[in-house]
């Protein structure tokens, strides 16, 4: 392959991993939303018919044993690149490291999908106490 050759495959192989930091970063902000986006209610009652949908897919999801689109596309993405690949699924990439070191993938995706409908449950008790059904 010649030097411009080089050049427009690293360029394409640079964006690509521009892309996947950004459905990264796609995919930690639709968790963060599952998780807290119920308090976004307080501000604007329609935020419910976008945070309810998410609760439930992030549920579902992790109860179910589903692959989220967003990790295979990412980990394509990078491979692709050329850029180191991750074993398993998103949560049990960048999440139980934080929260369990020592491991324990599938056990995980349940502790997960469980704390996110018991939490959202318990953000909407609130929401409801503070501002009403209406």
């Given at each position: 392959m010649d030097e411009q050759g080089k050049q427009q495959g690293g360029l394409n192989a640079g964006r690509?991993?521009?892309?996947?930091?950004?459905?990264?970063?796609?995919?930690?902000?639709?968790?963060?939303?599952?998780?807290?986006?119920?308090?976004?209610?307080?501000?604007?009652r329609r935020m419910m018919w976008l945070h309810l949908p998410a609760v439930a897919w992030s549920s579902v999801v992790n109860l179910a044993h589903w692959t989220c689109p967003l990790t295979p596309l990412e980990k394509n993405l990078r491979k692709r690149a050329g850029d180191r690949v991750f074993e398993g699924g998103w949560v049990q990439h960048y999440l139980e490291?934080?929260?369990?070191?020592?491991?324990?993938?599938?056990?995980?995706?349940?502790?997960?999908?469980?704390s996110i409908l018991a939490w959202n449950a318990v953000v909407y008790a609130i929401v409801f106490r503070t501002v009403g059904p209406d």
């Open positions: 690509q991993v521009v892309v996947a930091d950004a459905i990264l970063a796609l995919h930690f902000l639709f968790a963060l939303f599952a998780v807290l986006g119920g308090f976004l209610v307080l501000l604007d490291p934080l929260v369990r070191p020592l491991g324990m993938p599938r056990r995980m995706e349940l502790v997960a999908g469980i």
